[in-house]
């Protein structure tokens, strides 16, 4: 299935508190929105996983010989979807969200997306920016955009539309409206849409759980 190029008006972005994705302020962190498969392409690391225990640990000094401090989860990786061969074990964060420190739930109960940065030997470091959610809010759709749909388009750019009218700059740009048209990050685009990248070096919205058909890649959109 494929979708008609946005011209324009499809949806820009709003302040969403959840543990992502949000324009979240705190005291002293602040992130700027971005859409899931951006997020992924971000990351080092994208996992589903589960915490186990956490606790506060010694992560060196500072420059002025302070010590840093921060919350280690021991984790248990139920699958990788981008990232090392190896299973990560544990994940740093800072000690508070004022320092964009993300709180899990522990226990082992609750299943989690977690994208991060790599830090090697089976860690890796999260922040209140990187995309972490609870696993069962995710669509069926970004699910399946985990394996392989969101990897396909992360050579395409997509951009936020901070006001109507907004338009592409290039042929690989996707335009994300989700905020103008939903007032929310977590719109429809988030939700169901995956930008790739076709056979003609353009990139496009594509919607569906199914994967693209090479008649979606091949064919230039009217």
């Avoid at 225990?53 to 302070?66: A, C, T």
């Avoid at 090392?84 to 004022?98: N, R």
């Avoid at 809010?137 to 951009?159: P, V």
Wanted: aromatic share 8%; hydrophobic share 35%.
């Amino acid at each position: 299935m494929r979708t008609a190029p946005v011209s324009g008006l499809l949806a820009p972005v709003a302040l969403l508190l959840l543990l992502w994705p949000s324009e979240r302020v705190t005291d002293a962190c602040s992130c700027s929105p971005v859409h899931p498969q951006q997020a992924f392409c971000n990351a080092d690391i994208v996992i589903r996983a589960k915490a186990i225990v956490g606790k506060e640990v010694d992560s060196g000094n500072d420059v002025y010989g302070n010590p840093i401090k921060r919350i280690q989860y021991e984790i248990k990786q139920i699958k990788m979807f981008k990232g090392p061969t190896e299973d990560i074990q544990y994940i740093f964060t800072a000690p508070s969200s004022a320092v964009c420190g993300v709180t899990l739930e522990t226990g082992g109960k609750k299943e989690y997306l977690i994208a991060g940065k790599a830090e090697g030997n089976g860690k890796m470091h999260i922040t209140l920016c990187d995309f972490i959610v609870p696993w069962d809010s995710l669509t069926q759709t970004q699910k399946k955009s985990l394996n392989q749909r969101y990897e396909m388009g992360c050579e395409c750019k997509i951009s936020r539309c901070p006001s109507i009218p907004c338009y592409v700059s290039s042929q690989d740009e996707c335009l994300w409206t989700d905020w103008m048209t939903e007032k929310s990050i977590n719109g429809r685009q988030a939700k169901h849409y995956a930008c790739i990248k076709r056979s003609d070096g353009s990139c496009s919205w594509y919607r569906g759980t199914a994967p693209p058909k090479q008649e979606f890649l091949d064919i230039e959109d009217p």
